[in-house]
């Protein structure tokens, strides 16, 4: 049967006592461990009232640790020892400044905004190792709450309250087409227009996705679309390979099939999303989420 500990018996009061045991002197202990004298004496009373024996010998002003003291102070260096690293194995377990770092992306930002942070990171870290998981706005979301991933690029969610946020751009939603089609000669979509037309998107659960119900709510009617995907870049194909028109976020300019274009929207259906670095509010002071921060503000002005 284990023996209760009491309360008075604390990780505190321990490291204290080891303290003391290392200096033996109260001035010298209080000293090392930047607290006052009286608190390193009230401690080791409170040890000696939590274990109901005497651990020291008091010699005038002086104290003496007994055998009793010399004792604890074994178990307290083991005991100690093993918390410690039983906290850095919980927080590698958490991701909390681990050898390693899970950042999850929408599949939109891999092309440029990922390798840019990527590289920033080895600059500052170079032994931090980099995992990729790649998946939309919800399914990222989801993987930050579960500790799957330790930071996502994504859109910043709606209506959450768990999650920090750090912007790194603005992107404005566009009409994709393949060149050549009737559409490629004009300065920008009236969507309105369209009704006739057959379009493909993205699964729900993607920014884009969302986006693109919204504009079409604006435009007043239900687009007819004919395939869905769960990747930006085959979504790009099907509209290269004339499947279908779509909404598409400026940022995919630089990736797209040579046969496809985009085109400005009219001003009234202007919908844009803020890219941005989320993590969740309970890891704000990880060493690895600190760096990673440090790397998107820097990026801010050639990612915007």
């Known amino acids: 049967m284990l023996l209760h500990v009491d309360e008075e018996i604390t990780f505190r009061k321990l490291e204290i006592l080891l303290a003391?045991?290392?200096?033996?002197n109260l001035a010298r202990a209080a000293e090392k461990l930047e607290i006052?004298?009286?608190?390193?004496?009230?401690?080791l009373h409170s040890l000696e009232t939590g274990l109901r024996c005497a651990l020291f010998r008091h010699e005038g002003r002086n104290l003496h640790p007994t055998e009793a003291a010399h004792a604890l102070a074994e178990v307290a260096r083991e005991v100690l020892r093993t918390m410690?690293?039983?906290?850095?194995a919980?927080?590698?377990?958490?991701?909390?400044?681990?050898?390693?770092?899970?950042?999850?992306?929408?599949?939109s930002l891999t092309s440029r905004t990922v390798p840019q942070l990527i590289m920033g990171m080895k600059l500052r870290k170079p032994d931090l190792h980099t995992e990729l998981v790649l998946g939309?706005?919800?399914?990222?979301?989801?993987?930050?709450?579960?500790?799957?991933?330790?930071a996502a690029l994504m859109a910043i969610p709606e209506d959450v309250s768990d999650v920090e946020?750090?912007?790194?751009?603005?992107d404005d939603i566009q009409f994709a087409a393949p060149v050549g089609s009737p559409y490629s000669a004009l300065d920008q979509i009236d969507l309105s227009s369209c009704a006739g037309e057959r379009f493909v998107s993205l699964s729900e659960g993607f920014v884009t996705y969302r986006g693109f119900v919204e504009t079409f709510r604006i435009a007043g009617f239900t687009p007819n679309v004919v395939?869905?995907?769960?990747?930006?870049?085959?979504?790009?194909n099907l509209v290269s390979g004339g499947v279908g028109y779509t909404l598409l976020p400026g940022r995919v300019r630089g990736v797209m099939p040579q046969k496809v274009q985009l085109i400005?929207?009219?001003?009234?259906?202007?919908?844009?999303?803020?890219?941005?670095?989320?993590?969740?509010?309970?890891?704000e002071r990880d060493p690895n989420l600190l760096a990673l921060l440090s790397v998107c503000r820097l990026a801010k002005a050639e990612l915007g």
């Open 20 to 24: 003391f045991m290392e200096t033996g």
């Open 36 to 43: 006052s004298v009286v608190s390193v004496h009230r401690a």
């Open 84 to 88: 410690s690293e039983g906290i850095r």
């Open 90 to 107: 919980t927080r590698e377990v958490a991701g909390y400044s681990a050898d390693r770092i899970r950042i999850g992306s929408l599949y």
């Open 136 to 150: 939309s706005n919800a399914h990222l979301l989801q993987k930050l709450r579960d500790g799957a991933i330790d």
């Open 165 to 170: 946020s750090e912007p790194l751009f603005e």
């Open 227 to 236: 395939m869905k995907t769960d990747d930006i870049f085959s979504l790009m």
């Open 264 to 283: 400005p929207l009219q001003p009234r259906y202007l919908m844009r999303q803020t890219i941005a670095l989320n993590f969740l509010r309970t890891r």
